[in-house]
């Protein structure tokens, strides 16, 4: 059974960053990607970014290009997203996920609120 748990989550300032992570169980875990999806009052989950495990290509919703980095450590089984320059429309639960194959792993959500 592999969980995840993201951690990071908090109250920020708008302009403010956070570190998002997320923690893979597991001592040999591997996924072909994970990503970053967030749920912000009122709307559905969208996609925020994604990274592919073994080569590191990083995707990303338009509307955090340039703010948002992803990045994974293999060895740590980890993955983060790192936001910056953050405005109250990023408020969301932030949901970690991994995929392999035809199967998803997905984390309980870490809470990102941004105060203006």
């Known amino acids: 059974q592999v969980q995840l748990v993201e951690s990071g989550g908090g109250l920020v300032q708008a302009g403010g960053s956070l570190r998002l992570s997320c923690a893979a169980s597991?001592?040999?875990?591997?996924?072909?990607?994970m990503g970053w999806f967030r749920q912000a009052p009122g709307k559905e989950r969208e996609f925020v970014a994604g990274?592919?495990?073994?080569?590191?290509?990083?995707h990303y919703a338009d509307s955090v290009k340039g703010r948002f980095t992803i990045s994974r450590d293999n060895a740590k089984n980890t993955g983060y997203l790192q936001i910056n320059s953050l405005k109250p429309e990023d408020t969301a639960v932030y949901y970690c996920?991994?995929?392999?194959?035809?199967?998803?792993?997905w984390g309980k959500g870490t809470l990102v609120t941004v105060s203006s």
């Open positions: 990274i592919s495990w073994s080569g590191g290509i990083p």
């Open positions: 597991g001592r040999t875990f591997r996924c072909d990607a």
């Open positions: 996920n991994a995929r392999l194959g035809g199967m998803d792993w």
